[in-house]
T-cell receptor, first 112, second 112 residues
Framework: DVKVTQSSRYLVKRTGEKVFLECVQD?????MFWYRQDPGLGLRLIYF???????EKGDIPEGYSVSREKKERFSLILESASTNQTSMYLC???????????FGQGTRLTVV | QKEVEQNSGPLSVPEGAIASLNCTYS??????FFWYRQYSGKSPELIMS????GDKEDGRFTAQLNKASQYVSLLIRDSQPSDSATYLC????????????FGAGTRLFVKA
């Protein structure tokens, strides 16, 4: 089975902190994604990557950056956390263009 | 126009009835379409994929695709209380890096 693992289930951070969310997949998938999910807004794409060191902005990239140094790992970075970044963050990976995405368990981030 | 649109609901149906969930998308060139189910506090899980116009059946679930109308639907026959969840429509975008875009989801309640 495909496994996508996010480093933390729950995180509490202070405003202004630099926050790292890590995601690892074990199926050699080319594509990896970071979404945030808020009530009533569904999953909104922050960034995605289709290869090592490659990244593309999604719909809401402001305040975030990403890193993909190895194929299996995709990191989301909040440069200076703010309270409006309190959300559920979901990582996903996908093999080819016409296949489904597999999700990690999610990280509930609270910025205080 | 949103990239992927769904009626947010909630949709309430009695046990044993047919639940009908709808989704429209804006990228005419998209080729891959998915329905995910998400229980409260959990990650989305794939229930159906569809790539060609027409119907695709899997047990109690039927996905329908009409590319000319840019419309995808999911029918759940003999609805059960365990089907109560949020259903997310997803589209693999054909342009801009083949990202996977989700609708906001439809909440379904099946009353026993």
């Amino acid at each position: 089975d495909v496994k996508v693992t996010q480093s933390s289930r729950y995180l509490v951070k202070r405003t202004g902190e630099k926050v790292f969310l890590e995601c690892v997949q074990d199926m050699d998938h080319e594509n990896m994604f970071w979404y945030r999910q808020d009530p009533g807004l569904g999953l909104r794409l922050i960034y995605f990557s289709y290869d090592v060191k490659m990244k593309e902005k999604g719909d809401i990239p402001e305040g975030y950056s990403v890193s993909r140094e190895k194929k299996e790992r995709f990191s989301l970075i909040l440069e200076s956390a703010s309270t409006n970044q309190t959300s559920m963050y979901l990582c996903a990976s996908r093999a080819l263009q016409n296949t489904e995405a597999f999700f990690g368990q999610g990280t509930r981030l609270t910025v205080v | 126009q949103k990239e992927v649109e769904q009626n947010s609901g909630p949709l309430s149906v009695p046990e044993g009835a047919i639940a009908s969930l709808n989704c429209t998308y804006s990228d005419r060139g998209s080729q891959s379409f998915f329905w995910y189910r998400q229980y409260s506090g959990k990650s989305p899980e794939l229930i159906m994929s569809i790539y060609s116009n027409g119907d695709k059946e899997d047990g109690r679930f039927t996905a329908q695709l009409n590319k000319a109308s840019q419309y995808v639907s999911l029918l759940i026959r003999d609805s059960q209380p365990s089907d109560s969840a949020t259903y997310l429509c997803a589209v693999n975008w054909n342009t801009g890096g083949f990202k996977t875009i989700f609708g906001a989801g439809t909440r379904l309640f099946v009353k026993a």
